[in-house]
């Protein structure tokens, strides 16, 4: 997309405006992941966001986010699954647990997909207030407490 001198003046402008709000308040590459967020947001969520700007509103939207998050899950027609995973899902395993997800809420699901290497393995599935956690970390963690409450109960006198 070329742009004129103009308008690179302007980008680089914002931009700067950006990374030293940013800098200030130490956390630049926080808000450079939620810019390129914002970036790709649908334009239904952009047009609320200049209405909310406009009647200088901002500060209602952690409020706004936790009640749409509310109303969403509430939705009778499709249910909301957050789905963690170590890497980002391909199509195949997308498709899988989307299904098995719908067999089990009865309705249509839309994943909202987030990645943690940190879970090393598995899944962490999220709805509706419940959570299924099948990650390797919490397999691993489990593991880990049921040898150490057993080495207390083996073993005999010397």
Avoid: W
Wanted: charged content about 30%; some cysteine; hydrophobic content about 40%.
């Amino acid at each position: 997309m070329p742009t004129s001198r103009y308008q690179d003046k302007v980008l680089e402008t914002y931009a700067r405006s950006l990374l030293e709000a940013a800098k200030a308040e130490n956390h630049v590459f926080e808000d450079l992941e939620m810019i390129e967020r914002l970036a790709s947001a649908s334009p239904e969520i952009i047009a609320v966001l200049d209405t909310m700007s406009k009647r200088d509103q901002l500060d209602l939207l952690p409020k706004v986010a936790a009640a749409f998050k509310y109303v969403a899950e509430e939705d009778e027609d499709v249910v909301g699954v957050t789905v963690t995973t170590a890497i980002p899902l391909d199509d195949e395993l997308r498709q899988t647990i989307t299904k098995k997800c719908e067999q089990d809420f009865g309705r249509k699901v839309f994943l909202i997909e987030q990645v943690d290497p940190s879970i090393v393995g598995g899944l962490v599935l999220e709805a509706r207030g419940e959570r299924r956690d099948i990650s390797v970390k919490t397999q691993l963690r489990i593991a880990q407490e049921t040898l150490a409450n057993s080495a207390n109960s083996y073993g005999g006198e010397a």
